[in-house]
């Protein structure tokens, strides 16, 4: 909710909704149009306010892609490992959760508010808050620094850039030299021209000497490799992950950073909890599809309304507990304020909308291969299996290349001064330049709802829910781009529960080259027809087969573990950091 008062007001939307308030004496305070475009420090804070919230979804929604159904898996191993961990982060919404979000969001609004009540004392209720959120908000924070690391190595330490002469080259960590290469990055055979300063452009008056550019390798290869993070319990299992040097660096950051909130309570602390929550939110949550999306944000959108203008508990909660829960900027005796909810809420769709637009990018590029297969059915008048020959089109997906954490390459590899895109770059760079139509549509529906807030908030000097102009502006802007672009259906159609995730299927194509019907999968030649009808009975089957084979083999395994144990030590508890090889490329 937005307002205009001489005590801040919350604008919109539950424990994590709406708080959009500015706050100023009576007699700074714009009453005007003409006087709102005048004063300065209200347009200055107001600009803070959104440029903040757009920012942070812009940011995350690109930190949220990961492979679409329409790509293949990557063949490189290291890209289908990463690629495979992104696919388990990710906690799609259901039908369900349009239910569950406005209610469980009321009942702890509510329990906020008759807590508050109760005790007469909210101080404490903040400090208790605080210090959960303090503890809470350190794994998001890592991320959130973690991934600025990262972003900063990728600009100081690129894999393409073009030198001054407007000739493209090439890092190489094994061999620990810059090598030509053509537009699209491949490595030209003229070693003559290699140099062995790693640093980029202008940044390579920073290492001008042997040794600093052999510090610079060195340092680069910090960044650049994984180091293997394993941990052991006997009786519990073994979990592996791989981390980065950034990691390791943002995780005694994030600690201090929550330490000295908790200890200060800065705002501007507060703000950077605030962002790291928010970036974890849309790398973590998923609308699913267009219907899931739709009916959470209209959920939310009547609950915001509701706990804003007939209830008390918003204002009253908002305004008492000082939690990081809200963007807050002032300046002299303003204040301007923006509920995670507002940035969550929108960001989270916005964010599925930009995944929808590297599907359909993927989904272009999918191609139909005729090929003559057997197709195993069964016969409609005996009921008995028929294999017969036939030629049908088999779906080739195109593989998936990484998009993230090529902004360095990007940048570096432009002419003129790093401002004109060339007409060829490698495969990598190009990746990421993929037509973004319905993620700027949605950023321009959350700015237009940002600003009729704002406008709402002077028209009628009262709060105003935040969300009852965001949600009309993003999910207009999207369906509205649809229409007119005719698309609406492949958008409905887009969904992340891993049914599109499919391989060598086999298709009938209309007369445009666009697949009609899917016919089955295709396995050592043969489609067979037939697994859907007796899908449960295998499955059952399976689980029985499945489950004895299991005690089987469990039974096996202790047997041969005791026996292990009796020629040599084994592990109790583990905890390992493993190094990559030396000479592995970065």
């Known amino acids: 909710m937005a307002s205009n008062s001489s005590l801040p007001v919350p604008v919109g939307g539950g424990i994590l909704d709406g708080l959009n308030s500015t706050s100023h004496n009576a007699t700074s305070r714009p009453s005007t149009w003409f006087e709102a475009l005048q004063d300065v420090d209200f347009l200055f804070l107001e600009a803070k306010l959104v440029l903040s919230a757009a920012g942070i979804i812009y940011v995350g929604a690109h930190a949220a892609l990961r492979r679409p159904p329409s790509a293949a898996l990557p063949k490189d191993k290291k890209a289908r490992r990463k690629t495979e961990e992104e696919d388990k982060l990710s906690q799609g919404l259901e039908m369900s959760d349009a239910i569950l979000f406005p209610v469980m969001a009321g009942i702890v609004l509510m329990g906020l508010y008759y807590l508050i009540q109760w005790l007469n004392d909210p101080a404490i209720i903040s400090k208790i808050l605080r210090w959960y959120m303090s503890i809470v908000s350190v794994a998001s924070l890592v991320t959130l620094y973690a991934h600025g690391v990262d972003l900063v190595a990728a600009f100081v330490f690129p894999k393409y850039w073009r030198g001054l002469d407007g000739i493209l080259r090439t890092a190489n960590q094994k061999t620990q030299a810059v090598v030509r290469c053509d537009n699209v990055g491949n490595v030209s055979d003229d070693s003559s021209a290699a140099i062995s300063n790693p640093l980029p452009g202008v940044l390579g008056f920073l290492a001008p000497t042997t040794k600093l550019q052999k510090v610079a390798w060195e340092t680069r290869a910090i960044f650049k490799r994984e180091w293997l993070l ?176 090529n902004w360095g390459d990007w940048f570096w590899t432009r002419r003129l001064m790093y401002l004109r895109a060339p007409k060829e770059v490698p495969v990598s760079v190009a990746a990421g330049n993929f037509k973004k139509t319905y993620f700027y549509a949605s950023m321009v529906g959350y700015l237009l709802g940002m600003l009729a807030t704002l406008a709402m908030l002077l028209v009628f000097k009262r709060g105003q829910p935040a969300l009852l102009y965001l949600v009309p502006g993003v999910q207009g802007a999207t369906y509205l781009t649809a229409i007119v672009r005719g698309e609406l259906k492949s958008l409905w159609k887009y969904t992340e529960d891993g049914s599109l995730d499919t391989v060598d299927v086999v298709v009938d194509l209309d007369a445009d080259g666009n697949p009609l019907k899917t016919i089955g999968k295709l396995e050592n030649g043969v489609v067979d027809t037939t697994k859907k009808d007796d899908k449960d009975a295998k499955a059952k089957q399976s689980d029985s087969k499945g489950a004895n084979a299991g005690a089987h083999k469990k039974g096996e395994d202790e047997k041969d573990g005791n026996e292990g144990k009796k020629e040599k030590n084994h592990h109790v508890f583990l905890f390992s950091l493993e190094a990559p090889p030396d000479d592995k490329e970065a």
């Open 230 to 405: 394993r941990f052991f319990l006997q009786g519990v299992g073994e979990e592996k992950t791989y981390i980065k040097f950034a990691t390791m660096m943002a995780l005694p950051l994030a600690a201090a950073t929550s330490v000295l909130y908790f200890s200060s309570n800065s705002p501007f602390l507060s703000n950077m909890l605030g962002y790291g929550m928010c970036y974890c939110a849309f790398l973590v949550l998923s609308p699913t599809d267009l219907l899931i999306g739709s009916l959470v944000l209209w959920g939310l959108f009547f609950y915001d309304i509701f706990m804003v203008f007939y209830t008390p508990y918003m204002i009253t909660v908002a305004t008492t507990l000082e939690v990081p829960i809200k963007l807050q900027f002032k300046a002299a005796q303003r204040q301007s304020i923006l509920g995670l909810g507002d940035i969550v809420i929108p960001g989270m769709f916005i964010a599925w909308a930009l995944r929808a637009d590297l599907w359909l990018h993927y989904k272009r590029l999918v191609k139909y291969e005729s090929t003559e297969l057997k197709i195993l059915q069964k016969d409609a008048a005996s009921g008995e299996l028929v294999t017969r020959s036939e030629i049908k089109h088999r779906e080739i997906k195109p593989p998936y290349v990484e998009v993230k954490g």
